[in-house]
């Protein structure tokens, strides 16, 4: 799981040392409040983020149900009264995949899509516009189709909407979801023009069963549980998707 700090390199050093410090408390608070051990998780310090690869067994929705509202809550309480300045502000990218452990860290498909998802203009516009919330969360289309759509833990499909990422080589589709607000409020941001002039998202729900993800994460049946965003980790999780 990969959370990002917006606006991470304006701050002094003690503000960075804060920041780090309050975004480990609130990751440690909102997986105990939701039932996950996070002295499992595979985890990789990066400064304004945190990389972390889950063990094959945690069940997705409750890291997309339970973990993310628990988060957004966290946040919350944590950003009460402070100045504007003074806020911790994330984005969130999850994904499940493949992923083999290299000598810097991991390679494979998975690492490199969550990357690109993180850093999809789309979230970036969501997180920079929507000034009443603190968290923005961007999954796979993978996960969308085979966990969100099933409604476990209080999911709810209406509230993701539909973006289509081109970052670099990568091209696909991954669903945005901000906790407490729908997705009507998010739609004018994630269909948004790109930087290039081309369309920023299909906010159009995929019909039941359609595979929308063209990037070069496939369905692979033995594969990786891969959560985050960033390059390095030390373990390598299998896990099958029937």
Known sequence: ???????????????????????VQALEESAELSGLDRTAWSRQAQGDQEFAVLPPDTPEAVVLGDFVRHLAVRLGERNANRAEGDRMRLRLAIDTGVARTAALGYSGPAPIAVARYLNAPQLKRVLEAMDSTDLVVIISDRLYQDVVRLRGQGLDPQRYVRAHIRQKEFTGYGWIHVPEHDAEELRPLVTGPQPDGGPGGDAAPAPAGTPTNTSTVGRIDDSVVHFGSGDAARTIHKKYYG
Do not use: C, F, H
């Open 1 to 23: 799981m990969a959370a990002d700090v917006e606006k991470y390199s304006r701050l002094d050093t003690p503000g960075q040392e804060v920041i780090q410090a309050d975004l």
